[in-house]
T-cell receptor
């Protein structure tokens, strides 16, 4: 079985300050990890992914995430948050072993980010 | 959002109606998905199609019936729905075997009255 936990329902940060959104996961095999963002009345937009390689991955809009195998975490970060970053963020995981779960993607419950001016 | 399109964007239907949601992906992907997003609930995977073949039915009630006529189009046929089926229905596609990330459409906001 695979699962994702986003421990914070909401994160508040002042504009210009660093932003971190936490994510921990559980899979049987190698994790494929993803971050998505959702703005009101819109679909999910892909931000970045970790499949293999460097633990620090960079994505769209200045976001990055660090894969930490020992802590089974994949926290999303942005050095300087913008008001326009206010949205709902989802972490997702799938098992890299196709036979284990096919291409099923499991999402966390989401974290609402509010960046205040 | 031109990569994956969904129509209609909003739909209100009675419990005895029959309607269909349409999804089209313009990305050349080989897998397509239906998800349900309800308020205060995690995103729920409903159906998965790989190379037009259904490979996942996540215990979805039979009042939801998917159809994938080709690798670019996906439909969700709805009949005799319940008020608790009101939600945002999202379609997604991905290229399995290479990139893996899923690209989502804007969704159809469904209200069952």
């Amino acid at each position: 079985a695979q699962s994702v936990a986003q421990p914070e329902d909401q994160v508040n940060v002042a504009e210009g300050n660093p932003l971190t959104v936490k994510c921990t996961y559980s899979v049987s095999g190698n994790p494929y990890l993803f971050w998505y963002v959702q703005y009101p009345n819109r679909g999910l937009q892909f931000l970045l992914k970790y499949i293999t390689g460097d633990n620090l991955v960079k994505g769209s809009y200045g976001f990055e995430a660090e894969f930490n195998k020992s802590q089974t975490s994949f926290h999303l970060k942005k050095p300087s948050a913008l008001v326009s970053d206010s949205a709902l963020y989802f972490c997702a995981v799938r098992d890299g072993m196709i036979k284990a779960a096919g291409n099923k993607l499991t999402f966390g419950g989401g974290t609402r980010v509010l960046v205040k001016p | 959002e031109t990569g994956v399109t969904q129509t209609p964007r909003h739909l209100v239907m009675g419990m005895t109606n029959k309607k269909s949601l349409k999804c089209e992906q313009h990305l050349g992907h080989n897998a397509m998905y239906w998800y349900k997003q309800s308020a205060k609930k995690p995103l729920e995977l409903m159906f998965v199609y790989n190379f037009k073949e259904q490979t996942e039915n996540n215990s979805v009630p039979s009042r939801f019936s998917p159809e994938c006529p080709n690798s670019s189009h996906l439909f969700l046929h709805l009949h005799t729905l319940q008020p608790e089926d009101s939600a945002l229905y999202l379609c997604a596609s991905s290229q399995e075997g290479s990139s893996y990330e899923q690209y989502f459409g804007p969704g159809t906001r469904l209200t069952v009255t």
